[in-house]
């Protein structure tokens, strides 16, 4: 069984979706130094259709956006 991250390094949702968004908190910048990680608009990858094939190591992936505005990652 794996110990539980303490609360101070965890995520919440908001800062989740600001750093999707490719946002960073001011309150996380201090401890983010290797959080800075290249951030790639949705829309650039979408490119206006609600879904797309992504070829990684071999195997097809689908990204889809949701008509909630989330995404999933299916194999």
């Known amino acids: 069984m794996q110990a539980a991250m303490p609360h ?3 995520l919440h949702a908001s800062q989740v979706a600001a750093l999707a968004q490719g946002l960073l ?3 996380l910048e201090a ?4 959080l800075k ?3 790639v608009d949705s829309h650039s990858l979408l490119r206006g259709h609600k879904a ?6 071999g195997a097809l992936y689908r990204l889809q956006a ?3 505005g989330k995404l999933i990652l299916t194999k």
């Open 8 to 10: 101070s390094s965890a």
């Open 66 to 68: 949701t008509r909630l």
């Open 25 to 27: 908190p001011a309150a």
């Open 31 to 34: 401890g983010a130094d290797a």
């Open 37 to 39: 990680l290249p951030a």
């Open 52 to 57: 797309v094939t992504i070829h990684h190591n």
